[in-house]
Nanobody, 123 residues
Framework: QVQLIESGGGLVQAGASLKLSCAIS????????MGWFRQAPGKEREFVAA????????YYADSVKERFTISSSTGTNTLYLEMNSLKPEDTAIYYC????????????????WGQGTQVTVPS
């Protein structure tokens, strides 16, 4: 099991940028997938992006493609989500999560979760 701690959320104006971090304590194996999800009030948790820890291959939801970039630092065991051109519909709590079994966009298939960080983009 790993401990995941997100940081970097905040309140920003539409069009601005924000970079989230997820500090990972514990071992992340090369085959694991690290992902970002978000949950807006009254909505289900949705997939945002994921990265395979060994290869760096990335996956994105269509709604954030070309605006968000997921990256990782295996040396510092940190996951990042750089968010550009933020929109009011990006407002949500953002969570990082680990999937030990392989690629998935389904939240229930991720075993370990952080506590989340709030991102607010007023309309």
């Amino acid at each position: 099991q790993v401990q995941l701690i997100e940081s970097g959320g905040g309140l920003v104006q539409a069009g601005a940028s924000l970079k989230l971090s997820c500090a990972i304590s514990g071992r992340v194996f090369s085959s694991h997938l690290m992902g970002w999800f978000r949950q807006a009030p009254g909505k289900e948790r949705e997939f945002v992006a994921a990265i395979r820890w060994n290869s760096g291959r990335t996956y994105y939801a269509d709604s954030v493609k070309e605006r968000f970039t997921i990256s990782s630092s295996t040396g510092t065991n940190t996951l990042y989500l750089e968010m550009n051109s933020l929109k009011p519909e990006d407002t949500a709590i953002y969570y990082c999560a680990r999937n030990r079994r392989g690629y998935s966009t389904i939240a229930n298939e991720y075993e370990d979760w952080g506590q989340g960080t709030q991102v607010t983009v007023p309309s």
